[in-house]
């Protein structure tokens, strides 16, 4: 039986869309503000287990985000044939960002010996020996290689939904809105 392609996004994937955005705002103004923020100052710890819980957060809603990929089909892709792979490979390689930015940060806090605060509410102890070199590297990956990468993509991402939305006139951006009608000539 032949799946029919659905006219939006899943209610799923949007929600757990914008939700995820707002998050890596939110994530990105925790750290910046923690440097507000003297060393030893309580504000600066509290910014920072702000970030950690948000990261964790977003590391288990891209996998909800997966996983409901996998249960609901995505709308038609629009444009041609070289625009559809080039929007493929930016979203999946999204998906890679949006799970490795929480994954080596977590793991660069175990290699550092630190047990990581969860939302004040339990804390993840460091279950590996420490080692300074690794967590360096880590440190790396996840603050200027990662990030750097994700602030790409997510230019391409949103310069393609406006493309399409300004450039093309199709429906690729109003498949992932929140609001509004979704048809092609809305």
Known sequence: MATSIPERWHPLSRSLHWLIAILFLCAWGSVELHESYQRGDPMRSWWMVLHFSIGL?????????????????????????????????????????????????????????????????????????????????????HKELIWNTFLGLLVLHIAGALWHHFGKGDATLRHMLPWGRNSQGS
Do not use: C
Not at 82 to 108: C, D, F, H, N
Not at 123 to 141: D, K, M, S, T, W
């Open 57 to 141: 957060t977003i590391l288990l809603l891209v996998l909800a985000r997966i996983y409901g990929r996998t249960a609901h089909p995505r709308p038609q892709l629009y444009g041609g044939r070289w625009q559809r792979k080039v929007s493929l490979s930016v979203e999946g390689l999204m998906y890679v960002v949006m799970l490795a930015m929480p994954i080596t940060g977590l793991a660069m806090r175990q290699f550092e010996g630190d047990e990581t605060l969860v939302f004040w509410l339990f804390r993840i102890p460091a279950l590996v020996q420490e080692n300074e070199g690794i967590a360096e590297q880590l440190e790396f990956f």
